[in-house]
């Protein structure tokens, strides 16, 4: 009899050990959560500036390549629409790799949010295992 409650005593602590792992492990998980959800945050909010200023941008280019056919009229020298032509490529080339960036790092990061949300997902069934068996 002494051996069974002993037996059961030590299951009852291992059981209350697996408890506390299980518990301090969802703590953690859910940390990263809070974390990759203000990453994602963070890149989303990037990423609409960066369509934002990626539109500004498209629009100085229409706007330089209107001015350079006005050139070709002649009403301002060809130099001039060169630089500004350019200038403005070399902005709207900027945003596009930027707004890459920022796009490839935002799935990044829902790629992560969805390996937590699985991950606790599979937290929760041990649990309801480990209910099911007590």
Sequence with gaps: M???EKKLEENKLKDEK???DLEAMVQHVEQNLQLM???AA???SSAAKLRQE???LQEELRNSRLEKEALRAGQMGL?????????ALQHLLWVTTSSRASLRQL???AESLQLVADLLKSIDRISE???DGQ
Aim: overall charge positive; hydrophobic content about 35%; cysteine-free.
């Design 2 to 4: 002494r051996k069974l």
């Design 18 to 20: 697996e408890a506390q």
């Design 37 to 39: 959800t203000k990453r």
């Design 42 to 44: 963070k890149a989303e």
């Design 54 to 56: 990626n539109a500004q």
């Design 79 to 87: 130099a001039a629409a060169k630089r500004n032509s350019e200038v």
């Design 107 to 109: 799935l990044s990061g």
């Design 129 to 131: 295992v480990s209910e």
